[in-house]
C-alpha cells in the first residue's frame, strides 16, 4: 500500500471519521488518486475493427470481448460516434487515413471508461442501420444512401450557429473554480500588529473588493503592499494571487502563489481557499500531479466540512480538464450517488448531464433538459442555478421548438440580466427570434407578429437580413390600424448599429411615410434629415430627397424644393417618384427658371405618360411647361403643351387652356383663331376671371373688328 494512502486511512481512524460521510469521500478521493490500491474493474475490449465497402452502402464491424453497451449519435461536422461503455481499445491509427463515398477518417479515442469510435460521413445523402444481435460480442453499422430514411432526427435547420457557438462554449469556456470555501477576512487585531492605522483601511477595502468580486481593483488595491518589503508582503501576495486567479491570469497568479508560498508556508493551511486556488493554478500551468497532490492534501485536511463534497468535485474539474477524464467521471459517479443532501451532488449531476449535452438529439433531448430545469428549480447556490438554467436554455435552442426556447432563453435574461453568459444568450435569442418568425405563419396573427418585434426590438439583428421580414411586419402593424407603434418601432431600429445598410431606406421611408399619414411632417422631416445627415454619401440618399422635397413643397419652402431635387436633371438621373419632377418644376417656375421649369415639367408628364388615371397635377403641369417655353419665346412648342394638356385637364381648368391657346394665336396674328378660342372661354368656361380676360382680349382693336378678305383683282 502507497504511503500516502495509508496516511489517507489513518487520518481517517485518528480523527474518528472512517465509516462517516467524511470517511467516504477520503476513500473516494484515495480510489481517485491510488487506482493500483483498488481491485481493478473488468473492462469490455475492442479486438478488432473491419470496414467494407458495398455497392451501395459501407459497413463498420466491431468485434469486442463481451457483449458491447452501446449508444449512436450525430454530431456537428457531419459526424457519426458510437460510444462504447466501460471499454478500451488501441487506437487503431491506420483506420484514420480510410475514405469511401459514404464515409471517412475513422477515429478511435478513449474518454474516461468509453471508447468513441467517430467518423465523417457524406453530407446531406446517407442514412445509416445498426444491426446488433443480442448476446454476441460484435455489432455492425451500415452507412450509405440505402438508409436514408431511417437516420435519427437530423439537427434542426436554423441551429448551426447556436449548435456550434455551444460546442466551442463547452470545450473552451474554463471560468477560475469556486471550491465553496467561505471567504475569511484578516482579522483587525492582527493588522494592527503589521500597519499603519491608515493602511490598515487600505488593506480592508482591498479585501471587501475580493470579497465583493471587484476584482480589477482587488488586484490594484493589493498591488503596492505586494512589492515593497513589509511585514504584510507574504499575506499581501496571498491576496492578489488570489485576485489574480480570478481575474483568469493563471500564468502571474502562479508565479506570485509561489513567492507568497516561499515566505509563509503555513499560510496555506489557514486558509483552504488559497490552497485550492494555488493547487488549481499549479494544475492549469500542466502540472497536474503537483495541483493533484496539493487539493488533496486540502480535501482530506478538511474531509469533516460541509464544503469538502464541493471541493472533490471541483478536483474533478481539474482532471477533466487536464486529460484525466475517466478519473473525474469516477469522482462525479460517486458524488452524485453518496452525497445527495449536499450542494455537490447536484453540480456533479450537472457535471454529467455536460456530458451528454451534444450527443443530445430533438428525439432524446428532453430528459437532459429536465435534469438541469430540476437543479435550477432546487438550488440554493445563485451560479449553479444560472449555469443550469442557462444549460437548459441553451439546450432548448438547440434542440427544441424555437418559441420554446425564446421563452427559456428571456427568463435567463430576466433572472440574471448581467450574468456570465449574458453575451451569449443575446446571440442565441437573436437567431430565435428570425426562427420563430421564419417558422409560423403570419397571416392571420398580426397581433402576433407585433408582439414579437416588439418584446424583442433588441434581438432583430438576424431577423431584419430576411428580406421577407421588414415588409411582414409592416403589413401587420398596417392590419391592427397602429402606426404610431410602428413609427416607434422603426426609429428606434434605425438608431440600431446592425441594421444593415440595406434596410435602413425602407425603415425610413416608412416611418416618414406614417408620419406625414398622421399628419406629422415634423417627424418626417426630422427622420429624412437625419437620414440624410447620417448617410450623405449612401446609394439610397437620392430618394430621401424627394420624400423631404415633397414635404418641403407642401410646406411652401419653395427654395429648399429647389436646392435640394435640382440633381433631378442632371445626365442619368431619373425619380423614383415622378411627382418630384412636379415639385421641381414649380419650384423653378417661382425662380423664374423658366427652361429648367420646363425641362422639370416635361420629365414629369413624360413619366407618368402611361399611367392608367391620369394625375390631377397633369393639367398644372401641363399649363406650367407651356408657359414656360411662351416665355422663353417658343410659341411653337407652347402650344403643343397646351393641345395635349387641354385632353388632360380637368373640366374646371380647360378654359385656362383654351385662354392661352387664344393668346398664343393672337400672337402670331391668327386673329380669327384667337377670337374662336376666346369665344370659347366665355361660352363653355365657369370661371369669371378667365372669362373677363377672355372679354377684355376680344376687345383689342386686331381681334374686335372681323378680319377683311382680300379682294380679288379683275
Not at 480523527?15 to 493500483?36: D, K, T
Not at 465497402?53 to 468485434?63: G, L, M, Y
Not at 465523417?120 to 450509405?144: E, K, Q
Not at 436554455?393 to 449574458?422: C, H
Amino acid at each position: 500500500m502507497p504511503i500516502a494512502f495509508r496516511l489517507i486511512t489513518e487520518l481517517l481512524l485518528c480523527r474518528g471519521l472512517h465509516g462517516s460521510a467524511a470517511g467516504l469521500l477520503c476513500l473516494f478521493l484515495a480510489l481517485i488518486l491510488f487506482p493500483q490500491c483498488a481491485d481493478a474493474s473488468i473492462q469490455n475490449l475492442i479486438h478488432r475493427i473491419e470496414i467494407r465497402p458495398k455497392s451501395s452502402f459501407t459497413r463498420i464491424t466491431v468485434k469486442l470481448a463481451e457483449e458491447p453497451h452501446f449508444r449512436v449519435s450525430r454530431i456537428p461536422g457531419n459526424r457519426l460516434r458510437i460510444r462504447f461503455s466501460d471499454t478500451s481499445g488501441a487506437p487503431f491509427r491506420s483506420l484514420r487515413r480510410y475514405s469511401d463515398a459514404n464515409i471517412g477518417g475513422v477515429l478511435v479515442s478513449q474518454r474516461g471508461n468509453d471508447a468513441l469510435l467517430t467518423f465523417a460521413i457524406a453530407a446531406n445523402r446517407v442514412g445509416w442501420r445498426m444491426v446488433h444481435v443480442d448476446g454476441l460480442p460484435a455489432l455492425s453499422l451500415d452507412v450509405g444512401p440505402l438508409f436514408s430514411g431511417v437516420t435519427a432526427h437530423p439537427a434542426l435547420p436554423g441551429r448551426e450557429r447556436i449548435r456550434n457557438g455551444a460546442a466551442k462554449l463547452l470545450s473552451n469556456f474554463d471560468p477560475p473554480l469556486k471550491p465553496e470555501i467561505p471567504f475569511v477576512p484578516t482579522d483587525r487585531n492582527v493588522l494592527k500588529t503589521l500597519l499603519p492605522e491608515d493602511e490598515q483601511r487600505l488593506f480592508l477595502a482591498a479585501e471587501g473588493a475580493l470579497y465583493k468580486g471587484k476584482l480589477t481593483a482587488a488586484e490594484d488595491a493589493f498591488a503596492p503592499f505586494a512589492t515593497r518589503p513589509s511585514r504584510i508582503r507574504p499575506l499581501a501576495l496571498y491576496r492578489l494571487a488570489e485576485a489574480q486567479y480570478r481575474l483568469q491570469k493563471y500564468g502571474p497568479a502562479l508565479e506570485t502563489f509561489r513567492e507568497a508560498a516561499r515566505q509563509w508556508q503555513d499560510f496555506l493551511t489557514l486558509n483552504p481557499a488559497i490552497m485550492f486556488y494555488y493547487g488549481d493554478s499549479i494544475a492549469r500551468s500542466g502540472d497536474l500531479p503537483g495541483g493533484r497532490q496539493l487539493l488533496a492534501r486540502l480535501i482530506v485536511s478538511n474531509a469533516d466540512k460541509k464544503y469538502a463534497p464541493v471541493l472533490l468535485v471541483r478536483m474533478a474539474d481539474v482532471l477533466a480538464r487536464q486529460g484525466g477524464e475517466g478519473d473525474a467521471l469516477a469522482i462525479y459517479n460517486n458524488i452524485s450517488t453518496a452525497f445527495k443532501d449536499n450542494k455537490a451532488h447536484q453540480i456533479a449531476v450537472m457535471k454529467l448531464a455536460d456530458r451528454a449535452f451534444l450527443e443530445a438529439t430533438p428525439d432524446d433531448y428532453q430528459a437532459l433538459g429536465a435534469t438541469y430545469a430540476k437543479i435550477a428549480a432546487n438550488t440554493t447556490d445563485f451560479d449553479l442555478r444560472e449555469e443550469t438554467t442557462f444549460k437548459h436554455a441553451l439546450l432548448e435552442a438547440i434542440n427544441g421548438p424555437a418559441d420554446t426556447a425564446l421563452d427559456l432563453a428571456i427568463t435567463y435574461q430576466k433572472r440574471f440580466p448581467t450574468g456570465v453568459y449574458s453575451t451569449v444568450i443575446r446571440d442565441i435569442r437573436e437567431d430565435l427570434v428570425a426562427l420563430v418568425f421564419q417558422g409560423t405563419p403570419w397571416d392571420k396573427n398580426p397581433a402576433g407578429l407585433i408582439r414579437l418585434v416588439t418584446d424583442n426590438q433588441e434581438y432583430l439583428a438576424t431577423a431584419v437580413k430576411n428580406p421577407v421580414f421588414l415588409p411582414a411586419v409592416s403589413g401587420a402593424f398596417e392590419k391592427a390600424g397602429r402606426p404610431l407603434d410602428l413609427i416607434a418601432l422603426y426609429s428606434g431600429l434605425l438608431e440600431r448599429p446592425w441594421v444593415g445598410a440595406d434596410n435602413i431606406p425602407y425603415l425610413t421611408l416608412q416611418v416618414a411615410d406614417q408620419a406625414e399619414l398622421l399628419g406629422d411632417t415634423l417627424m418626417a422631416r426630422r427622420v429624412l434629415q437625419g437620414f440624410l445627415l447620417r448617410n450623405p454619401a449612401h446609394a439610397q440618399t437620392r430618394w430621401a430627397h424627394e420624400r423631404l422635397g415633397a414635404i418641403q413643397f407642401a410646406a411652401h419652402e419653395l427654395p429648399a424644393v429647389r436646392v435640394g431635387l435640382s440633381w433631378l436633371l442632371n445626365k442619368q438621373e431619373s425619380a423614383t417618384f415622378p411627382v418630384s419632377y412636379y415639385y421641381l418644376g414649380r419650384a423653378l417656375w417661382d425662380n423664374k427658371e423658366y427652361a429648367r421649369s420646363a425641362q422639370a415639367m416635361e420629365l414629369y408628364l413624360y413619366a407618368v405618360k402611361d399611367m392608367k388615371e391620369v394625375p390631377v397635377l397633369v393639367g398644372d403641369a401641363y399649363y406650367i411647361a407651356a408657359s414656360s417655353r411662351q416665355v422663353l419665346g417658343e410659341r411653337k412648342a407652347a402650344a403643343v403643351l397646351l393641345e395635349a394638356g387641354l385632353k388632360a385637364a380637368s373640366k374646371e381648368r380647360k378654359e385656362q387652356f383654351l385662354y392661352k391657346l387664344g393668346e398664343l394665336a393672337a400672337l402670331d396674328g391668327r386673329s380669327q383663331q384667337a377670337r374662336a378660342l376666346f369665344e370659347r372661354v366665355l361660352n363653355e368656361g365657369r370661371d369669371p376671371d378667365w372669362q373677363r380676360l377672355a372679354r377684355q382680349a376680344l376687345e383689342d382693336d386686331k381681334l374686335s373688328r372681323p378680319a377683311v378678305a382680300p379682294s380679288k383683282k379683275k
